[in-house]
């Protein structure tokens, strides 16, 4: 369905109060599932800066798991529960589209961070964990919105959802 009426009310409200906020692209295995249109939503209906962090493995019927952009492994679930889950390489078939939508994310994040943009401009590689912290402070700082996908009901992208809580959203400490 793309971004829904009930969360663009959602998004007002944590905008209200500053509530920094990831999204979860859910229904990836429903007919008409569109990963792409859902974060052009984003950008336009909700007025944020979306930054894919996974991408789907196959659409609709066909949705069988996602890639993880930071640390550039597959994930795929080999059940219809989504209770086996294979970490494996990235599908030979997506390595090219990996890698264009890799560096679009890693541009985002470095931009948000003027140490990691020199770094990155000078030709250094950024790693994984200063990729996830710097994207951690900005969207604390509600600068950039991660995305990530999958299909609660089948429990696929499920973990992976609740380590971006984690990873990326402020604790009670905070």
């Known amino acids: 369905e793309g971004v829904e009426p ?47 962090v996974q991408l789907p493995i ?27 889950v294979e970490e494996t390489d990235i599908p030979a078939d997506m390595v090219d589209d990996v890698a264009v ?12 961070d003027d140490e990691l943009t020199l770094r990155y401009l000078e030709g250094d590689e950024i790693s994984p964990e200063e990729l996830k912290a710097a994207l951690r402070r900005a969207t604390i700082a509600l600068r950039l919105v991660p995305v990530l996908c999958g299909s609660s009901l089948k429990n696929k992208g499920v973990q992976q959802l609740l380590d971006a809580v984690i990873d990326y959203l402020p604790s009670p400490l905070d």
Do not use: H
Not at 14 to 32: L, Q, S
Not at 65 to 81: P, R, S
Not at 101 to 112: A, G, P, T, W
């Open 6 to 52: 009930q969360s663009e009310t959602v998004w007002r409200q944590a905008d209200k109060y500053d509530v920094p906020r990831i999204c979860f692209v859910n229904k990836m295995d429903r007919t008409g599932a569109s990963f792409w249109r859902t974060v052009e939503m984003i950008k336009d209906r909700l007025a944020a800066t979306p930054v894919p």
């Open 101 to 112: 939508q890799r560096e679009k994310m890693v541009e985002l994040i470095v931009e948000s």
């Open 58 to 84: 196959g659409i609709e019927s066909g949705f069988k798991g996602l890639v993880d952009l930071i640390e550039q492994k597959a994930y795929l679930y080999t059940n219809d529960l989504g209770t086996n």
